[in-house]
């Protein structure tokens, strides 16, 4: 038995075989990629929350205007820690 697509009869082995490849090779190209690991390393948050801190600008328009949200930040840590 066969199938007509576009105008051309297509026996059911080659789209039996056409299917197969089709679905090998789409699963081959999802699991290509990147191999780094996505998660950080257990253990290492508190060294990641001051990289974050150290790297984040203020846009402040003085250096008072940033010494103020600096500690504004410390003492709404210091609240939220007891």
Do not use: C, W
């Not at 990629?33 to 990641?48: C, F, I, M």
């Not at 940033?66 to 410390?74: D, G, H, L, P, R």
């Amino acid at each position: 038995m066969s199938y007509v697509i576009l105008g051309r009869a297509i026996k059911n082995e080659y789209l039996a075989i056409g299917t197969l490849l089709g679905t090998a090779g789409l699963t081959f190209a999802a699991m290509g990629g990147s191999k780094k690991d996505a998660h950080a390393p257990s253990g290492s948050g508190k060294q990641t929350i001051a990289q974050v801190k150290e790297s984040v600008k203020f846009n402040a328009g003085s250096s008072e205007e940033e010494q103020f949200i600096k500690n504004f930040i410390a003492e709404a840590e210091k609240e939220s820690k007891h």
